[in-house]
């Protein structure tokens, strides 16, 4: 069989120093490990990868596999090139000289070789965890809103309490373990691999009745009604969470979570600013120039401003306190009015002449024409 380059495998150049050997092999075994990856071909690259490195991180191997490729390490070869035996190698004590400490704890590389003992499929396990989208319209967001959800979950069914069946008896197929174990072998001798034992799902344990009304799941989705009060001053992407109410958890777990993510309309009157608000208020050339008081609508209802005689387009006025409640929280941002003078599309005969006849006057003395003017040719 014709093998890959064991430098090509781990993606390193010929020359790579041991630190960059045991890199890049870290990097690609927890890339492929079969816990992790899932799609078709990740076990059989782990495998591959785990080969290149037993060889490339031994100096003696990997000089003889510089000099005689896998030639070195075929059966024919293996005495006349230092008696090399693939069976000698104990793949664990390889990761864990990769991985160091961390090795226990990552992906079940002990399980996967046959070294583990622990059983995910029984232990106790947190229920999935629920997300809902909460619809809003800006003024809902801003003085909060107690809402109503409709959800159907999956809860442990009161039939068999989240057994799945009745008169519990030992698996007869992994005889209780959970597992069975799986041999292959490879240059390393006889691999054994352990995986969830297909007929008790990992249990260890079946039912010579399955329970009518769940089917043998242990739960059944059940429809619920949930009520929440959404705080003042939300924002789309903001979340609540409710603790405990969501899908039921496996094998005696904790309920999962419910998460609901709020998506708020925009206004027709306000630009939002985090918490502050921003509304634009038209004003005439007229009030402009000699300033006057208006009436502003904020969302806690009417104020009056005072507009500074002459006022520029673009001013920014602001209302302290008139912004959004922060959630949760007795802070409010602020308003802020930013005034946006506007140029008449059509006058009257009447309001023509006032405006010619005060075009007659001096109207270029501020600052802004005279350096205007003074870079006219």
Request: proline share 3%; glycine share 12%; hydrophobic share 30%.
């Amino acid at each position: 069989m014709n093998k890959k380059d064991y430098y090509e495998v781990l993606g390193v150049s010929k020359d790579a120093t041991d630190e960059e050997i045991k890199r890049a092999f870290r990097k690609l075994a927890k890339q492929y490990h079969p816990d992790i990856n899932k799609e078709p071909g990740a076990e059989e690259k782990f495998k591959e990868i785990g080969e290149a490195y037993a060889v490339l991180s031994d100096p003696q191997k990997r000089s003889q596999y510089d000099q005689f490729g896998h030639a070195a390490f075929d059966g024919a070869g293996a005495g006349g090139f230092g008696g090399f035996d693939a069976g000698d190698i104990d793949l664990s004590e390889i990761l864990r000289a990769a991985f160091g400490d961390s090795f226990g704890g990552f992906g079940g590389f002990s399980d996967f070789f046959g070294g583990g003992s622990s059983n995910t499929s029984t232990r106790a396990r947190k229920g999935r965890d629920t997300l809902l989208r909460v619809d809003l319209s800006f003024m809902e967001a801003a003085f909060g809103v107690d809402k109503e959800f409709d959800l159907a979950l999956n809860e442990v069914c009161d039939e068999c309490h989240g057994a799945g069946g009745f008169n519990e008896e030992s698996c007869s197929y992994c005889h209780g373990r959970g597992k069975v174990i799986t041999e292959q072998r490879s240059i390393f001798g006889v691999i054994q691999s352990q995986s969830i034992c297909p007929k008790c799902q990992g249990k260890g344990k079946s039912y010579k009745t399955t329970c009518s009304k769940c089917s043998g799941t242990g739960q059944v989705k059940k429809k619920k009604t949930i009520a929440i009060h959404i705080p003042e001053g939300v924002d789309t992407g903001y979340q609540l969470r409710i603790s405990g109410k969501g899908e039921a958890g496996i094998n005696g777990g904790p309920n999962g979570d419910i998460y609901l993510e709020c998506v708020v309309e925009n206004s027709k009157f306000y630009e939002r600013d985090g918490q502050d608000l921003i509304i634009n208020v038209p004003i005439t050339f007229v009030e402009a120039a000699l300033g006057c008081k208006k009436e502003i609508p904020t969302i806690y209802g009417n104020v009056v401003m005072d507009i500074k005689a002459g006022t520029q387009n673009d001013a920014k006025y602001k209302l302290k306190g008139k912004g959004l409640k922060y959630p949760n929280s007795i802070r409010k941002g602020d308003m802020y009015a930013v005034i946006n003078v506007i140029t008449p599309a059509k006058l009257s005969r009447e309001q023509k002449k006032l405006f010619e006849k005060l075009a007659e006057t001096d109207l270029e003395n501020e600052t802004v024409f005279k350096e205007f003017n003074k870079n006219l040719n």
